[in-house]
């Protein structure tokens, strides 16, 4: 149990001491935001389990540390023939949103959110393999998939979903991978809350609707039995799903699923279907979150039809600077910018920056260079496929680098959002990510959620938008290019700000933002033993 020193990680821990199982807790003892140590209790989580009647003891190893964590699950291994189960809670919370947070801040937030589960993950998930048994459950939380301005965090815990969603699904045999998206009053939750409600004057727009009242959130000891419950053989029968719980509900948290597609192939002019189809279909699709066709034809002929429009007379945006390591993706970006009237603008010589102050200066050289930019379109290279070993193999191979991939994607936002706030002029951004692998998708599901905070800043005027191109063939420059192209050059594209794009060789569309799909309401803090069918039933009903 990492995290088990206190607040969730120790309740679901004492929890799992109940049933019998030997439990060990894993926590450095570190402050909320990971930079000192913290006292040391009287009484520790492992002590309260033994004194119960239970058997346990504590590691002070930190998730960040891969070679603690493998000698420590090797160890167990050794001493025990086995390891059954592995509850990942370990985190920190520092200050950081979509205009806030130093470049450190972020790095520590990603290391110990993603880069810690990957360490588990990686030395966990041989062993399990091995002995064809094992349950992995790791933590999410509703910052990473409602619409949030908590900055790093929002971002490592949309990182973790996105991981477990794919991993889930190829997991080795007699594996279990899934996670718990909790809710509970502790120290690392009211903290948060606290910033973000000095700075949002209790704006609950800020926490993704939540209540900022200590008193409406349950305590974390009532997240004990579910916890324990989600990382047993009980709930055995799932892999890559996601469990909301506050202690007396449960809800599965549905993935992004795609709410519209529109044909990129065989069409007359893609830059006249993107402005039909975007306000028509994909601007209400993602209002609603659903669509709104199944209807008469929308669209008839628009595909086959080219339509004269001066487009330099209706632009958004004048001016943009272009940041890419691509060539290619330099020139389709800027064909398409200039055929609507927008500047193109590059980063001179030298490569794109990857840190918070060089991207911050390369920002502000192009804008004095050009007179002024109004946005930034960031296209970068991704992870490649590894090709070698089992599907899950694959996958954890795939996200070597997500936190630093994650944090070079950022260093662009905070740099646009830092100069829209001192400019005073409105901005927008579009990341373009390469999502062709495991790690490149859960990056781009980073991209996105952080893209959907944009517009709960008070004071800023930005829009953010993330496009995750899952294709390699090149037909994605041109596609990608008109797409950005009408984001960035088209007069009032706000109502795409945040939304989910993807494009493939064939097809652009849009994804619906993670969601609860269906609740269960008993009460708690123990789980009637009807909970599990019935969980079983909107699971099976959700695919």
Request: charged letters at 15%.
């Amino acid at each position: 149990m990492t995290g088990g020193g206190a607040g969730i990680g120790a309740a679901i821990a004492e929890a799992v001491g109940r049933t019998g199982a030997y439990v060990v807790t894993v926590d450095p003892g570190v402050t909320v935001d990971g930079l000192a140590q913290d006292e040391v209790p009287a009484e520790t989580t492992a002590d309260r389990i033994v004194a119960a009647g239970g058997a346990a003891r504590a590691s002070n190893a930190s998730v960040t540390d891969a070679a603690a964590i493998d000698a420590l699950f090797t160890g167990l291994v050794d001493e025990f023939g086995g390891l059954d189960a592995v509850i990942n809670v370990a985190g920190i919370s520092r200050a950081s949103g979509f205009a806030e947070g130093d470049e450190d801040a972020w790095a520590s937030v990603l290391s110990v959110h993603v880069d810690g589960y990957l360490n588990v993950l990686r030395s966990a998930l041989p062993i399990m393999a091995a002995a064809r048994r094992g349950r992995i459950l790791g933590v999410t939380s509703g910052s990473g998939w409602r619409p949030a301005n908590a900055g790093a965090y929002s971002c490592a815990k949309r990182a973790v979903a996105a991981l477990t969603w794919q991993l889930g699904k190829v997991a080795p045999a007699g594996v279990t991978v899934n996670a718990l998206s909790p809710i509970a009053a502790t120290r690392m939750v009211t903290s948060g809350l606290s910033r973000q409600a000095a700075a949002a004057g209790s704006d609950q727009g800020q926490t993704g609707g939540l209540s900022l009242a200590l008193a409406a959130m349950p305590s974390p000891d009532l997240l004990g039995p579910v916890g324990a419950y989600l990382g047993s053989d009980a709930f055995s029968w799932s892999s890559g799903n996601i469990i909301f719980s506050n202690g007396s509900e449960v809800a599965l948290i549905a993935p992004p699923r795609l709410l519209e597609v529109a044909r990129t192939t065989d069409v007359a002019s893609f830059a006249d279907v993107l402005d039909t189809i975007i306000p028509a279909a994909f601007v209400p699709a993602e209002a609603a979150q659903e669509t709104n066709g199944a209807s008469n034809g929308r669209f008839t002929g628009v595909f086959d039809e080219t339509v004269t429009t001066l487009r330099a007379a209706v632009s958004g945006a004048r001016s943009c600077l272009v940041v890419t390591d691509d060539p290619q993706w330099e020139s389709a970006l800027c064909d398409a910018l200039v055929s609507r009237g927008v500047k193109c603008v590059g980063i001179g010589a030298g490569v794109p920056a990857t840190d918070f102050a060089g991207a911050a200066e390369q920002v502000g050289r192009a804008a004095r260079d050009a007179g002024g930019i109004d946005a930034v379109v960031v296209a970068r290279a991704g992870s490649r496929s590894s090709g070698a070993g089992e599907p899950w193999e694959q996958v954890l191979a795939e996200h070597a680098g997500i936190t630093d991939a994650i944090r070079s994607d950022v260093a662009w936002v905070r740099a646009v959002s830092d100069h829209a706030g001192e400019s005073g002029r409105p901005m927008r951004i579009a990341t373009v990510t390469d999502a062709t692998t495991s790690g490149g998708r859960s990056r781009a599901q980073a991209a996105a959620q952080l893209s959907r905070a944009a517009h709960l800043v008070a004071g800023l005027h930005a829009d953010a938008f993330s496009v995750g191109v899952e294709t390699a063939a090149d037909s994605r420059y041109s596609t990608v290019g008109e797409l950005v192209g009408y984001l960035v050059g088209a007069d009032d594209t706000a109502g795409m700000s945040g939304a989910e794009m993807v494009a493939t060789a064939e097809w652009i569309g849009l994804r619906s933002h993670p969601h609860p799909e269906a609740s269960i309401s008993f009460g708690g803090p123990e789980l009637p033993s009807w909970v599990d069918g019935a969980l079983r039933d909107i699971v099976n009903d959700s695919r």
